[in-house]
């Protein structure tokens, strides 16, 4: 299963897609919004700039939210569950591809529990918390997240990366890594649980899930559709 076999049926009218980079989803024409003006030396597609956490729209005033490979750079991911439901009007939908940890560079790496997610909603959790940092510098497939570095410099790059890291976070007050891992079902979990603790006024009802997404990509991840359910409000 591809975009284009959900596309049409889901993301109609006025939405966004966060973080869309150089790699947009097929098949749509939304307002674009990003993090950065660039990213790796290539521009973004920003026509808003925004965080996960902090969208400059006003409440209820979309049909949809979508994202691809957006959510693992989260340092709080459900605040950016929340805050899609807030820009999201009622009976909207929530799009969003998620990396699966299993099939990229962060295999090695423990699987985030839902808890533990809980645990930084909890805390206001931002992308200024070094907390995670080592545990992606010294836990990711190296070889995978940086192809073609010799194996005998493989720790004093950790390393490197790391302390590089840590300069960019106090120059700048963020870092830009993968903070958590998922997998589908702690991914659906994670909804789940946002609900059940009423972090946003209503539900996100999921729809579908589908594994090894798209099959026509990278089938790096799965797929997560969801309707906003808002307890009141515009309709």
Not at 92 to 101: A, E, L, M, N, S
Not at 197 to 209: K, V
Request: contains cysteine; negative net charge.
């Amino acid at each position: 299963m591809n975009h284009e076999d959900f596309v049409p049926i889901y993301l109609k009218g006025e939405g966004v897609e966060i973080g869309a980079y150089s790699r947009p989803i097929p098949g749509i024409k939304p307002i674009y919004v990003d993090r950065y003006a660039e990213f790796a030396g290539v521009e973004t597609r920003a026509e808003y700039y925004g965080d996960v956490c902090e969208l400059p729209f006003y409440d209820s005033s979309l049909d949809y939210v979508a994202s691809s490979h957006v959510l693992e750079h989260a340092a709080n991911p459900l605040a950016g569950l929340e805050e899609w439901f807030r820009v999201t009007k009622h009976g909207g939908i929530i799009y969003t591809v998620i990396p699966d940890k299993r099939k990229t560079f962060d295999h090695p790496r423990e699987l985030t529990t839902v808890a533990h997610m809980l645990e930084d909603y909890r805390n206001s959790m931002t992308m200024a918390d070094e907390t995670h940092l080592d545990e992606f510098s010294y836990g990711v497939d190296w070889k995978e997240f940086s192809p073609g570095s010799d194996p005998a410099d493989e720790q004093k790059e950790r390393a490197e990366y790391a302390a590089k890291a840590r300069k960019k976070l106090a120059r700048v007050g963020e870092v830009n890594i993968h903070f958590h891992t998922f997998q589908s079902e702690t991914g659906k979990e994670l909804f789940e649980a946002g609900n059940r603790a009423h972090i946003w006024p209503g539900r996100l009802e999921i729809l579908e899930i589908e594994e090894d997404f798209p099959t026509n990509g990278d089938q790096l991840g799965f797929l997560i559709i969801a309707r906003v359910l808002k307890n009141r409000g515009p309709r």
